[in-house]
């Protein structure tokens, strides 16, 4: 708050706090013309002009009692469009500086500097004489009127030097000639331009209508117009345009633009000219060779010619496939629409006459495959759902005692066996629930297959450093089911226990064979 007491310090103080601090001069254009005004008002303050609008002098009062209304205060100017003076903001001094630098550097680079030096050998007035030899002009006559000089444009007019240019076709894209017609500035830096060029843009402004690709024709129209130094190519496929940066970098991670659009699609005000790289010609294949495997797909393959070898086609789909090929399991090649009969290997694709085949193993049929690989496929399809749990109703087999009825539960973690108590039924003895980890057991086989259509089997667990087992009757379906499904599930755990027991196994059978042999 200022505490001032006279107040036409203040308002000078604070008219002359505009004009100082306002860059554009605006302020001091509105003030100076408003300066007569206000001398009449300070001369005149009782004047008509209060008893026209009705007020007293006392409404005017401001609280240090001077006579200072609104009406002394002078109001803004509008501004107007096309106002002559002030109207644009004035450059800062650093922003001038930097560009008078960067016309001085651009204008370096075109200088070269000799430095003086002395010669090592002072010459003689003769020497220095034939340096610097007059040479005298003989000119016939007849041709002295004849010989006169002519200016530059005349002997390009005579020469016929803008036929030289190769990219003329595209000179009609060039907006500094046309009037009338949209045209656009953009700054194109030159990769291919020397290292001390490549920093300064060339300004090429096209007209809207242009495309891309008309666009990089005006560009080297322009540059060998200027007389640069690497020449341009005249295949204009080989050059593209992408995204610069105010310092000249190119952004490739963009693509380049599209030669078919319009200039006038894009925003961009700093481009680059990039020529791109020479592609590598790719061989042309035209005969490709489709080979069906049974059930599982087929295989397509591109060979260079049809004098290629069958055997090596065959190598090829061995090969992609990953087929191991153990010695009595050969395969061979059948065409697709004739099975059963198998093609000579060592002849050319040319005498087959189809670019179709099929992939079929030695003394077997395409059905034969495919019901093996039904099997194959349903084994496995058992053994990744071994781990799930099931149950069955099965009879366990006591010694002394008659069967009793037991639920056998299966998972891939452990087996539950359950007593099954039937209503009404009194048992002096009754089987007890237990359950088995599946680490624990050993093995488990059919041992018995009866004449009524039911099978016992055994499974072998160990407690403690022991070996013991439960026997199980069931019918035959059931039986077999059981013992694949534990047998797959010690498979895929493969505990100590198991390998031991199979390791005892081998030795017993390896001994009892011996015997046989000896005896």
Not at 61 to 72: F, K, P, Q, V, Y
Not at 156 to 183: C, H, Q, W
Not at 238 to 265: Q, T, W
Request: hydrophobic share 30%.
């Amino acid at each position: 708050m200022a505490m001032m007491d006279n107040a036409g310090f203040l308002v000078s103080h604070i008219r002359n706090s505009f004009i100082t601090s306002d860059d554009t001069g605006m302020c001091e254009l509105i003030i100076e013309s408003d300066e007569p005004e206000k001398r009449t008002k300070r001369s005149h303050p009782y004047n008509s002009y209060w008893m026209e609008s009705g007020k007293e002098e006392s409404d005017y009062h401001n609280d240090s009692g001077l006579d200072i209304s609104d009406g002394e205060l002078s109001h803004s100017y509008d501004i107007i469009a096309d106002m002559d003076y002030g109207a644009h903001r004035r450059r800062s001094n650093t922003a001038q500086r930097l560009e008078r630098m960067k016309k001085e550097k651009r204008t370096q680079c075109k200088v070269k500097t000799i430095t003086w030096k002395n010669a090592p050998m002072e010459l003689t007035a003769e020497d220095k004489k034939g340096m610097f030899e007059k040479k005298s002009e003989l000119v016939a006559e007849g041709n002295q009127d004849k010989d006169k000089r002519t200016s530059l444009l005349s002997q390009m007019l005579t020469t016929g030097s803008r036929g030289e240019n190769p990219f003329s076709e595209y000179a009609k894209f060039d907006g500094r000639t046309t009037v009338g017609i949209g045209t656009k500035k953009i700054d194109i830096y030159l990769t291919m331009a020397p290292p001390s060029e490549r920093s300064y843009p060339i300004p090429v402004i096209v007209t809207a209508t242009a495309k891309v690709q008309d666009l990089i024709g005006l560009i080297c129209w322009q540059y060998t117009n200027e007389g640069r130094e690497s020449k341009m190519s005249e295949n204009l496929d080989l050059y593209c345009l992408h995204i610069a940066e105010d310092d000249g970098e190119v952004d490739m991670d963009f693509p380049s633009l599209d030669n078919r659009e319009p200039v006038s699609k894009f925003g961009f005000a700093k481009l680059a000219l990039v020529q791109r790289a020479p592609s590598q010609p790719v061989p042309k294949v035209s005969l490709v060779v489709t080979v069906t495997v049974p059930n599982k797909g087929f295989n397509k393959f591109q060979v260079p010619s049809a004098n290629i070898q069958m055997k090596v086609i065959l190598e090829k789909v061995i090969r992609r496939r990953k087929i191991k090929v153990r010695p009595g399991l050969n395969y061979n090649l059948e065409k697709q629409e004739q099975p059963g009969t198998a093609i000579d290997l060592d002849s050319t694709l040319d005498s087959m006459d189809t670019m179709e085949f099929c992939l079929v193993r030695e003394n077997s049929t395409r059905g034969d495959s495919q019901e093996r690989e039904r099997h194959d496929s349903s084994d496995v399809a058992e053994s990744l759902t071994s781990h799930q749990y099931k149950s069955y109703i099965v009879s366990m087999v006591h010694r002394l005692i008659p069967n009793s009825d037991v639920q056998l539960g299966i998972s891939g973690e452990k087996v539950e066996i359950d007593p099954v108590v039937s209503k009404g039924s009194v048992r002096l003895f009754r089987q007890r629930p237990v359950t088995y980890d599946a680490d624990s057991i050993a093995d488990c086989d059919i041992l018995e297959q009866k004449s009524n259509g039911r099978n016992v089997f055994r499974m072998t667990y160990q407690t403690g450093h022991e070996c013991r087992h439960h026997d199980f009757e069931a019918d035959h379906t059931i039986s077999l089911e059981i013992v694949q499904k534990i047998n797959n599930i010690l498979e895929l755990r493969l505990s100590r226990i198991r390998k031991d027991f199979v390791a005892n196994k081998e030795k017993k059978m390896l001994k009892k064979r011996d015997s046989i042999k000896f005896s």
